[in-house]
């Protein structure tokens, strides 16, 4: 059995600042927003108040949907997060999905993970700040006594790293296992059929017919749309949290 598992590929090189590598990740990522911008472009043209089409329907469901996962999250005074929160969503589960296509996933790298997560933190920070003003900011470090400080600072920076751990951990580890099942199956199929004279019909992956569809469905399907609620989750719950 011969099974590469290697990280995202180079597929081409700027030539600015000694050389930047443009990386699967980086292709696959712009793609993603490449999709939501067209798809929210296609939903929002010719929007009526009378006589909605399907199309609108579907935007205006979604909308709700994603509306209603903050309100009961967040509370309605958070509302302004919709348009975020609908957007991190919907680029992480796109992200994972695009396995299904062949292609490599985003967020199986862990610089994209770590990068939507920073993201979210900058927004824990800011509102902390909003909230707290500047004294508050700094003094909540403090608490509840001083000497916990150093630790409440490595609390602070453990959470995107911890969010983008696990995001990317769960999808990396998908694809993994997946490749690893792959080549344990034409392994199996080479050893069934392996006796046959006729090269052709040796060579024919019968053991990899049915298995793998079903761990397409989970790792690909079920498992991209698990992470991208947990992180959308972890990221409301943490940027409410900045308002206590």
Not at 28 to 34: F, N
């Amino acid at each position: 059995m011969d099974v590469a598992i290697n990280g995202p590929k180079i597929l081409f090189t700027l030539p600015f600042a000694g050389g930047i590598n443009i990386t699967e990740s980086v292709v696959h990522g712009w793609l993603v927003v490449a999709v939501v911008t067209g798809v929210c472009y296609w939903l929002t043209r010719d929007l009526s108040v009378t006589n909605p089409s399907r199309k609108q329907i579907i935007a205006e469901k979604l909308v709700t949907l994603v509306q209603g996962l903050v309100d009961a999250n967040m509370g309605p005074q958070w509302k302004h997060m919709v348009p975020y929160i609908g957007t991190l969503f919907a680029f992480s589960f796109l992200s994972s999905v695009m396995s299904v296509a062949g292609l490599r996933s985003p967020t199986a790298d862990f610089s994209v993970t770590l990068a939507m997560a920073l993201v979210t933190f900058v927004l824990i920070e800011f509102y902390y700040y909003k909230s707290k003003g500047l004294l508050g900011f700094f003094t909540r470090l403090t608490e509840p006594v001083i000497v916990m400080t150093p630790m409440n600072i490595i609390g602070e920076f453990a959470t995107p790293l911890s969010m983008s751990l696990r995001h990317f951990g769960n999808i990396a580890s998908g694809a993994v296992i997946t490749a690893l099942v792959y080549g344990a199956l034409a392994a199996l199929s080479q050893f069934i059929l392996g006796w046959i004279p006729n090269t052709f019909i040796a060579n024919i992956p019968i053991a990899q017919v049915g298995l793998p569809a079903v761990l397409s469905v989970y790792f690909d399907l079920f498992s991209s749309a698990i992470q991208a609620y947990i992180f959308v989750m972890l990221t409301m719950a943490n940027i409410a949290g900045t308002a206590d």
